[in-house]
């Protein structure tokens, strides 16, 4: 296993490119179930979860190949692979994906529920409300949700519940929808970057679908959804981390392949914290040159403020002036870093699905636990922010959604290296 060593009090200064985003890239290449042809993806990084998102898919019958120029092809060469296996679906929930396009292309379809998950509970319930709004008559048997696929009616349906919407439920439901007979609508629709990178994706393959970005998509079924070439956004929240690393050292970082309009919630509460922020086409640029203020931040689906920035946020305030409220509306019990945040010598105390925040804190290297993903990139900050040297243990978690972070890190002068551990 890897760990990773930050010796910490060093300001981030320079340029540096965020990669392709995760979270658009897992759902898109589960359209290559549906299409009749290739589909060639650009800008898809280099990750863990791609990896096994290709694997479950292979299982699945599609070929993915990544190309030595660095595209994504998958071409779903056999229509009889209906089981997406425990095995693979426990490492990876977005397995899930696989469901909507299973669920519109093969007569039976078997898919285990993904496994447990270190930020809370993950139900399923709407990505099933909706499919079997369209006819599907899925069961849950043996860990498995099972039951006939095609023959798919289009139907309105709701898709609110108590935490919002669904993503990758929303992913699903639109994935099955562009190829049922008849007419869509799916009302509190998930607006996320990554669910409007997916309907672009669908849209070039040949699907009807209006409404993109907003909280009702209509979608008009096609019969048949052709291979097509998409280049994938850029991903939001690794910029966006890159961008906090960048504030909580009292640095002057540049990230391209940070938009505006994916980030403006981050850039304003940066602001709000006293943080200078500029963006200029794809590209944002952030400088600290005081100590930052507390700043209260609420979790929201998009356009609100990212459940996957919210503890990378946390470890950039333990050291702003004043007391800041860091308030989960997504996931109410996402706060697993805060007791390794704790160990480098931030005050956090948890209410219930709110974190008080009391800054101001000087920080000091610890050897820390990740704990999932996002979790592990507050670590990281929280290293470059201490003094002297702080491991990180179990980065496997973050491999899963940054691509050579290290690398990207170094170049902005973070001081930080990757070994195995022993
Ligand atoms: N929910 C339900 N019922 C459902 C589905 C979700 O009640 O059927 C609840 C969830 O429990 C949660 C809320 O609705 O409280 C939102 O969950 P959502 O379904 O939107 O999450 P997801 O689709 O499983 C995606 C991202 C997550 C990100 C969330 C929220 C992917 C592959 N994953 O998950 O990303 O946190 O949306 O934006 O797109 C990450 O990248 O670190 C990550 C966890």
């Not at 309105?156 to 562009?178: D, H, K, Q, W």
Request: with cysteine.
């Amino acid at each position: 296993m890897d760990a990773m060593d930050i010796v910490g009090g060093r300001r981030l200064e320079g340029r540096v490119r965020a990669s392709g985003a995760k979270n658009a890239a897992l759902p898109i290449m589960a359209t290559s179930i549906l299409a009749e042809g290739p589909i060639r993806l650009k800008n898809v990084p280099d990750l863990a979860d791609i990896r096994t998102m290709s694997r479950l898919l292979a299982v699945l019958g599609v070929k993915v190949e990544r190309e030595p120029g660095g595209d994504l092809v998958l071409n779903c060469t056999s229509t009889r692979k209906n089981e997406a296996p425990y095995r693979i679906m426990k490492t990876m929930r977005a397995g899930i994906c696989v469901l909507g396009p299973l669920v519109a292309r093969r007569t039976k379809v078997k898919v285990s529920l993904p496994g447990g998950c270190a930020i809370g509970d993950r139900p399923v319930d709407l990505h099933l409300k909706g499919l079997r709004a369209l006819g599907a008559n899925l069961d849950i048997r043996h860990g498995y949700i099972v039951g006939p696929g095609k023959r798919l009616r289009g139907a309105e349906m709701y898709l609110g519940g108590p935490f919002g919407s669904t993503v990758t439920g929303t992913a699903n439901i639109l994935m099955a929808a562009v190829v049922a007979k008849g007419v869509t609508v799916i009302d509190c629709a998930a607006c996320e970057p990554e669910v409007q990178d997916l309907c672009r994706a669908l849209v070039k393959m040949g699907a009807q679908i209006q409404g993109i970005g907003s909280p009702r998509l209509v979608v008009e079924g096609v019969e048949r959804l052709t291979g097509c070439e998409h280049t994938v956004i850029p991903d939001r929240i690794e910029a966006g981390t890159l961008l906090l690393a960048g504030a909580a050292t009292g640095g002057d970082v540049t990230v391209e392949g940070a938009r505006w309009n994916d980030l403006f919630a981050l850039v304003h509460t940066l602001r709000e914290a006293g943080a200078e922020v500029e963006h200029f086409d794809d590209t944002i640029r952030v400088r600290a040159r005081r100590r930052l203020k507390s700043v209260d931040v609420t979790t929201l689906p998009f356009p609100g403020f990212p459940t996957d920035l919210q503890a990378q946020m946390m470890a950039t305030l333990t050291s702003a002036d004043g007391i800041s409220v860091i308030t989960e509306k997504i996931f109410p019990d996402r706060f697993m870093h805060v007791a390794e945040l704790g160990r480098m010598g931030a005050r956090i105390r948890k209410e219930g699905n709110a974190a008080v925040v009391h800054g101001a804190r000087h920080l000091s290297g610890a050897p820390v636990m990740a704990s999932d993903l996002r979790a592990s990139a507050a670590l990281v900050i929280a290293g470059l922010v201490a003094d002297g040297k702080t491991t990180v243990s179990r980065i496997y978690h973050l491999d899963r959604g940054y691509e050579k972070i290290e690398q990207k890190l170094g170049r902005l002068g973070a001081k930080i290296r990757r070994y195995r551990e022993s």
